[in-house]
């Protein structure tokens, strides 16, 4: 006879509705009832308009939101004076798994596949990390799953394996109905064929997964793409893989984790579209005094819960004596990459210049055309600026190889081939870019407009420039890239985007570009665009950038001019 199935219930009392939990902690944050910083607000109110789309290819589904916060609070926390009965979520962490869990798509899989939350220490990310872990592979329904906690160390990883293992050894009703067994490496579901391990940045072991959940903790320790590679590798052949990314901030900037941060700020500003990416960042925001308790309480959800009031304020002190003591109060407790430079430009900002307008509109008209070539791989930007009644229009066309999206070898590929279908972008036959097509636009746009000046750097524009003079294009300006040529010109940017003097057609390759523009501020308050990382390109930012600085110098055109 079949065995009669064990079932762990708690009484109806107990139970919350934890979608409804979810969607007031969004409305809580975005009416400013909780403090928050920009990150936490954007991620809150996606989830709310989100929830009011109709017609939409996902749908949030409240009962699966309620069963991961139920089974989690089934378990017991494990650790200090935390060990208890029953874990207790905060409103903060229901939100977060009702979000990841709760989207579905129409086929009844989850919407999100990469879950990344970045959160300051003591705001018990190894506890919600084990919960989800054990979910995945005792509550979520999949044949077969593989759940690894994944980190650089062997002992890295066994965090929120032990920790996972410690709830379930407590938990023996937990135990009997899913049929869990809890062996020294492994956590197993027989029945299910399931299996949860903690696995270190070792090839041997990493190869050949075949991953339904990855749990992957403190994301910042990672100093190479190794793991992260093999995560994205191996979670394909899974119909809802989840990677679940939860680490406190870093001071690599070069790694994969801030990588990954920039995606979600990214999406979270509305530059990216990625709607099975769901990000959060607890941080403070720009210009916040970070000795200021105000502070303290934006960037740790669990403020006064699991992160002590007169342990914040001591650690605080101390980080307004020390240097050492205060990168690691900011980065470890406030969630600040110390070593990172700050956005220049103000998206929301430049959001807001967006205009109905063509550049059709301007046929016949004056304006400056800046140039950024790449070195033959890449992405090289034309850009041309047009003055109305005093306000600023800039239109952009951006040209690529189309190797690079084919061969799936730009870490940008997947943006890049969404802006061909869209024909923001140009894509030219081969692994190099062809000039010829950039020659035979610029040409036409001499023809269309009125080009008073063609701004370039001299590198990379050998070529371009012999071809140009022989068809006897004139106004041709060399305008080498260095701060003093480049600082006024971002500013006055940035004014006019502040000032709503400035225009745009919502062409997304140029805000991302801009979106990525970073400046660190010199003792002559002279700045100079820079980027992060390599997969941030400004190449549209300093192609306009050259058109509006000699636009602000207004030299005599129509003639060669060099500018040291």
């Not at 916060?69 to 208890?84: A, D, M, Q």
């Not at 901030?249 to 509305?270: P, S």
């Not at 990416?277 to 970070?290: L, Q």
């Not at 303290?296 to 992160?307: E, L, T, W």
Request: hydrophobic share 40%.
């Amino acid at each position: 006879m079949p065995t009669k199935k064990k079932t762990v219930t708690r009484s109806a009392s107990s139970v919350r509705n934890y979608a409804a939990i979810a969607r007031q902690y969004a409305l809580s944050v975005s009416q400013g009832d909780i403090p928050a910083c920009k990150w936490v607000r954007a991620a809150c109110q996606r989830h709310l308009c989100d929830l009011e789309r109709d017609g939409w290819e996902f749908r949030f589904d409240a009962k699966k939101a309620n069963a991961v916060c139920r089974f989690i609070e089934l378990l017991p926390h494990v650790k200090g004076k935390w060990n208890s009965a029953n874990i207790r979520l905060e409103p903060w962490q229901v939100f977060i798994l009702c979000v990841v869990f709760g989207w579905l798509c129409a086929d009844g899989t989850r919407r999100f596949r990469t879950a990344y939350t970045e959160v300051p220490r003591k705001n018990a990310k190894s506890t919600l990390s084990s919960g989800v872990a054990t979910y995945l592979v005792a509550g979520d329904g999949e044949l077969g799953a593989e759940v690894y906690s994944l980190a650089t160390t062997r002992d890295q990883a066994r965090i929120v394996f032990d920790d996972a293992r410690a709830m379930i050894r407590q938990t023996p009703a937990l135990q009997s109905a899913l049929g869990v067994e809890v062996l020294a490496h492994a956590i197993a579901v027989p029945r299910s064929n399931s299996t949860f391990k903690a696995l270190s940045a070792d090839a041997n072991t990493l190869d050949g997964l075949n991953i339904h959940g990855a749990i992957v903790d403190e994301f910042h320790a990672h100093q190479t793409r190794a793991v992260w590679d093999v995560v994205n590798t191996a979670t394909g052949a899974r119909r809802q893989a989840l990677k679940w990314i939860i680490t406190t901030a870093g001071f690599n900037r070069a790694g994969v984790c801030y990588e990954q941060r920039d995606y979600v700020t990214k999406i979270l500003d509305g530059v990216i579209e990625d709607d099975r990416y769901f990000g959060i960042v607890y941080t403070v925001d720009d210009g916040d005094d970070w000795s200021d308790e105000r502070s303290h309480r934006k960037a740790n959800p669990n403020y006064g819960v699991s992160v002590l009031p007169e342990d914040i304020s001591t650690l605080c002190r101390q980080a307004q004596l020390s240097a050492q003591s205060q990168n690691n109060f900011l980065t470890k407790r406030l969630n600040i990459w110390v070593s990172a430079d700050t956005a220049f430009y103000n998206m929301q900002a430049w959001d807001k210049c967006r205009r109905d307008v063509k550049i059709d509109d301007f046929h016949g008209q004056p304006c400056f055309m800046g140039l950024d070539l790449a070195a033959k791989h890449d992405l090289t930007a034309k850009m041309l600026l047009f003055e109305r009644d005093d306000e600023w229009y800039v239109f952009g066309q951006y040209y690529l190889p189309e190797d690079e999206i084919e061969q799936g070898i730009n870490s940008n590929a997947a943006h890049y081939a969404g802006w061909a279908r869209a024909g923001r972008m140009i894509l030219t036959p081969g692994n190099i870019t062809d000039y010829e097509w950039l020659e035979r636009d610029i040409l036409a746009d001499t023809e269309r407009f009125n080009v008073e000046a063609i701004v370039f750097d001299p590198r990379e524009m050998t070529y371009l420039h012999s071809r140009l003079r022989a068809e006897g294009v004139t106004g041709l300006v060399e305008y080498p890239v260095n701060t003093a040529n480049y600082s006024d010109p971002m500013k006055e940017l940035d004014a006019r985007m502040i000032a709503g003097t400035v225009h745009h057609d919502g062409d997304p390759v140029l805000a991302w570009s801009i979106s990525n523009v970073v400046a660190h501020t010199d003792a002559k308050d002279m700045v100079f665009p820079k980027k992060e990382m390599p997969a941030n390109k400004i190449d549209p930012v300093t192609a306009l950038l050259g058109a509006i600085g000699w636009k602000l110098r207004t030299q005599p055109v129509g003639q060669e001019i060099f500018v040291l």
